[in-house]
């Protein structure tokens, strides 16, 4: 199981780090994503990470603001979130994947239960 934590209320230009833990087995052979859904609207990519390697990608809306990251030690993949915006607000979720490495949600098999985002302006 995936475990998202670390969500809050935030200010504009302010910072949180998510984590995301799994339960039971370790990152080691998935791609671990971020994924949030605003209010109202759809399940969108935020930011992925190749536990193997290190390899990260971005959506266009929070590169350079958010890092990917993980920890091999804890097992825990981390997003780290900088200069926040009203619009980051949203639900965000983990999810991982054996053999997929791309931005479309419905390809990710396993999927923690979404932490809360608030960001005032």
């Known amino acids: 199981q995936l475990q998202a934590s670390g969500g809050g209320l935030a200010q504009a230009g302010g910072s949180l780090r998510l984590a995301c833990a799994a339960s039971g087995r370790t990152f080691g052979m998935y791609t671990t994503a971020w994924f949030r859904q605003p209010p109202g609207k759809e399940r969108e990519f935020v930011a992925n990470?190749?536990?193997?390697?290190?390899?990260?990608s971005y959506a266009d809306s929070v590169k350079g603001r958010f890092t990917c990251s993980r920890d091999r030690v804890r097992n825990e993949v981390y997003l780290q979130m900088s200069s926040l915006k009203p619009e980051d607000t949203a639900v965000y979720y983990c999810a991982t994947s054996r053999d997929y490495y791309g931005t479309t949600p419905k390809w990710y098999a396993h999927w923690g239960q979404g932490t809360l985002v608030t960001v005032s302006s």
């Open positions: 990470i190749i536990w193997s390697s290190g390899t990260t």
